[in-house]
């Protein structure tokens, strides 16, 4: 797992004191605000934040050291990561990255659907994509009578698909062949 996850990524400058207007990937601005500091993909760069709060859909950050409009532009489309060990998960939560590549396993028959190959994220509830060796998508909505256990050091996921689900995808698979 990487130690540096990606939070925000620099969209443009705000007003003329060098801040930045970033597009947050977390799970809400909130979280973005509460961070002391921010750093490169590598870590090696610490972005200190004197200064963070909601704007529209988007967050102002102001970061010690720059304190100019010329300064703020070398931010431009720069993607800004946070530690790991920076997050305070509660049972059950994940980072999206981890849930990557997790074998999704039938509870009642052990069935292998597949490998998680991406997450969509809505208002309601996200939704895992299955992908299947033959590159066939199962969509898994993720809520509670759905995902039964997430197992990320056994690497995998235990499902309980909502009656008609499976049948939709088979009925759609039978009619590609037809």
Do not use: W
């Not at 130690?3 to 969209?11: H, R």
């Not at 199962?138 to 990320?152: C, G, R, T, Y």
């Not at 050091?153 to 039978?174: C, N, Q, S, T, W």
Request: charged share 30%; with cysteine; aromatic share 10%.
């Amino acid at each position: 797992m990487r130690e540096f996850l990606e939070i925000a990524y620099v969209i443009s400058i705000f007003g003329i004191k060098g801040e930045v207007r970033v597009q947050y990937s977390c799970n809400s601005a909130d979280v973005l605000c509460a961070m002391k500091n921010l750093y490169s993909k590598d870590g090696k760069i610490v972005y200190k934040i004197k200064r963070a709060f909601p704007h529209k859909n988007t967050v102002i950050l102001g970061i010690d050291g720059i304190n100019t409009v010329d300064e703020a532009k070398l931010l431009l489309r720069k993607k800004l990561y946070a530690r790991r060990k920076d997050f305070n998960l509660k049972h059950g939560e994940f980072f999206i990255e981890d849930l990557i590549g997790l074998d999704v396993i039938d509870v009642d028959t052990e069935n292998c659907y597949g490998k998680i190959s991406e997450v969509l994220q809505s208002y309601s509830n996200d939704v895992y994509v299955v992908k299947d060796n033959n590159g066939s998508e199962i969509l898994f909505p993720a809520i509670k009578p759905v995902v039964i256990d997430i197992d990320l050091k056994k690497g995998f996921m235990k499902v309980r698909p909502i009656e008609g689900l499976l049948e939709v995808y088979a009925d759609d698979k039978k009619k590609a062949e037809d």
